[in-house]
């Protein structure tokens, strides 16, 4: 049996504003993903949080991840088909990246930052909301 070709790739995935919301599960999901089709994740970062060309699946919103990982050929497939099945990843387009190096794809590495931003969006989250003034202390306040 023939070795499998391992080549370096970049992954753009698209998620919704509500998967977003719990970036912490989006990320482990492109894990997972990644895991599945035997790929080793590189680097990954977010790319942009912004307004949508036209509308998918009801969503104007959505927020772009970059992974760059490391994956056999025939692997790809794969991870393209579990992601056009995943309920949380709206798109993806994976290409092979022959034009950069492991030092620049590793300098790209965010995934601290994604880390941090998945905490803060979960702590809004799960905070609780102040309580909102009566009606009559404002109106008296004002007066």
Same mark, same amino acid.
């Given at each position: 049996? @023939?070795?499998?070709?391992? +080549?370096? +790739?970049?992954?753009?995935?698209?998620?919704?504003? @509500?998967?977003?919301?719990?970036?912490?599960?989006?990320?482990?999901?492109?894990?997972?993903?990644?895991? !599945? %089709?035997?790929?080793?994740?590189?680097?990954?970062?977010?790319?942009?949080?912004?307004?949508? @060309?036209?509308?998918?699946?009801?969503?104007?919103?959505? &927020? +772009?991840?970059?992974? +760059?990982?490391?994956?056999? %050929?025939?692997?790809?497939?794969?991870?393209? !088909?579990?992601?056009?099945?995943?309920?949380?990843?709206?798109?993806?387009?994976?290409?092979?990246?022959?034009? &950069?190096?492991?030092?620049?794809?590793?300098?790209?590495?965010?995934?601290?930052?994604?880390?941090?931003?998945?905490?803060? !969006?979960?702590?809004?989250?799960?905070?609780?909301?102040?309580?909102?003034?009566?009606?009559?202390?404002?109106?008296?306040?004002?007066?």
């Amino acid at each position: 049996m @023939a070795d499998k070709r391992v +080549y370096n +790739y970049e992954a753009m995935f698209l998620i919704s504003q @509500a998967t977003a919301a719990e970036l912490g599960s989006a990320i482990d999901h492109i894990k997972e993903i990644i895991a !599945r %089709g035997h790929g080793e994740i590189i680097s990954m970062k977010k790319w942009d949080d912004r307004r949508l @060309a036209y509308e998918i699946k009801g969503q104007k919103r959505g &927020m +772009y991840i970059l992974v +760059y990982f490391k994956a056999a %050929g025939t692997d790809v497939a794969h991870i393209e !088909r579990d992601c056009n099945l995943s309920e949380k990843v709206m798109r993806v387009l994976i290409l092979r990246v022959d034009h &950069m190096t492991l030092e620049e794809m590793q300098n790209l590495d965010g995934r601290k930052e994604l880390e941090i931003e998945a905490k803060m !969006r979960s702590d809004k989250t799960v905070a609780p909301a102040a309580p909102a003034a009566p009606a009559a202390e404002t109106a008296a306040a004002s007066a």
